[in-house]
């Protein structure tokens, strides 16, 4: 098992900015890729932004050149780093970490963080 512990949520103003970090642990060898996905209230769960551990990226289209995640593997963090805020970008931001076994992926997820953007 994975698991996954979130931080950094809050309320901010548009324009602002926050850094969200997910903390993985447990049984951790193998986690290819990590990411955030977002949920905004009567939405379904998007992606928001994931890397692999070669330190591939890609982004949801809203988010590029405002959003950026990085990795440090040797903490087994994953961090996002989201500026310009907008109010379009409140939801509850979830860890994901895919870890491999004989081939097949395997989802592991954390809590949630809350995001709020708002005046």
């Known amino acids: 098992q994975v698991q996954l512990v979130e931080s950094g949520g809050g309320l901010v103003q548009p324009g602002g900015s926050l850094r969200l970090s997910c903390a993985a642990s447990g049984s951790i060898f193998s986690i290819e890729t990590m990411g955030w996905y977002r949920q905004a209230p009567g939405k379904q769960r998007e992606l928001v932004a994931r890397?692999?551990?070669?330190?591939?990226?890609n982004y949801e289209d809203s988010v590029k050149g405002r959003f950026t995640i990085s990795r440090d593997n040797a903490k087994n963090t994953v961090y996002l780093q989201m500026n310009s805020l907008k109010p379009e970008d409140t939801a509850v931001y979830y860890c994901?970490?895919?870890?491999?076994?004989?081939?097949?992926?395997?989802?592991?997820w954390g809590q949630g963080t809350q995001v709020t953007v708002s005046s």
């Open positions: 890397i692999t551990s070669g330190g591939t990226t």
């Open positions: 994901n970490a895919v870890k491999i076994r004989l081939g097949i992926p395997y989802n592991y």
